[in-house]
């Protein structure tokens, strides 16, 4: 029996889990893919209070130590279901664990979204991908193409410019979204070409079982246009997968998590942080502050 079960081992449920531990409490964090979250695939991050710089592979790094540090417990499992026993929960994954916690956090975070073209899903490490860090070097000195223009589009661009050939972005706005210095740190490379204002209509791949990504189809102005490219990088947006724990805490049109008084949930134990909730701003600062109030409230209810 853990006085608190963490579900996610991102800034957001690592921050938790460190506050918890200092409060004297018991924590077991529950991890489906890397502790870190999607912060690590970030090679360089300058807005991380304290650090001028640093990556984000690295800060994940520093937050595990110190929760483990603490005497943080953890593991690498997928959870599927949260279920109430009488003063407790039993917190169930798909390997088959089941742990019992009297409190639970759930900063289950989000993951990529998707344009819900044909084929898509199929595509997906095989052509289609979302981590310059993670892929980049398979496509040295080939052409890729860039979908979207905000801060994640720029700063998985700041990292393929100095491997690919060509990079090719395609917005749908008609401006990007992007921090000003992140985007004069791309395009002032001299190796991209931007397209504002287009709609994507499809992939284009080659015959055969074995398809790969030869174009991406688009239109732009009233015109279909083809941008050639050996791959594509997505970046247009992130969805929670909340879906699971829907009897537990209310979620919005979209799947967020709608949390009452900052973390607190429609059942009493069950608290939520970070990225998974409907909130305006999602950084790495504001998924810390996130994880250290859901920690206190549950710290003060198991009083």
Known sequence: MYD????????????????????????????KSVFGGQIVNSPKVEN????????????????????????????????????????SFIVKTEEGGEYEGRTVILATGTTHRLLGLEGEEELVGNGISFCAVCDGDFYRDKDVVMIGGGNSAF???????????????????????????????????????THLGTKILSYEVTDGPE???????????????????????????????NGAFAGLAELDDRGYFVPQNICHTKTPGIFVAGDCCAKTLRQVATACSDGAYAAIAACDYLK
Do not use: H
């Not at 608190?4 to 957001?12: D, E, F, L, M, T």
């Not at 001028?52 to 599927?80: C, K, N, P, Y």
């Not at 050939?165 to 991209?192: E, N």
């Open 211 to 241: 398809k790969q990504i030869t174009g991406v189809r688009y239109e732009e102005n009233g015109e279909e246009r083809v941008a050639k490219c050996d791959g594509v990088f997505l970046a247009v947006g992130l969805v929670p997968e």
């Open 48 to 87: 991380i209070p304290g650090f001028d710089s640093i990556s984000g592979d690295e800060f994940g790094d520093r937050l595990l130590e110190q929760a483990m540090g603490q005497g943080a417990e953890v593991t690498l499992e997928s959870v599927t279901a949260v279920e109430k026993n009488d003063d």
């Open 155 to 193: 700063v998985e661009s700041a990292l393929l410019v100095n491997i690919v050939s060509k990079l090719i972005m395609l917005q749908d706005m008609p401006f990007f979204t992007a921090d000003q210095k992140l985007q004069d740190q791309v395009l002032g490379t001299g190796k991209v070409e």
């Open 4 to 31: 608190i079960i963490v579900v996610g081992g991102g800034p957001a449920g690592l921050t938790a889990a460190i506050y918890g531990l200092r409060n004297g409490k018991s924590v077991f964090v529950i991890e």
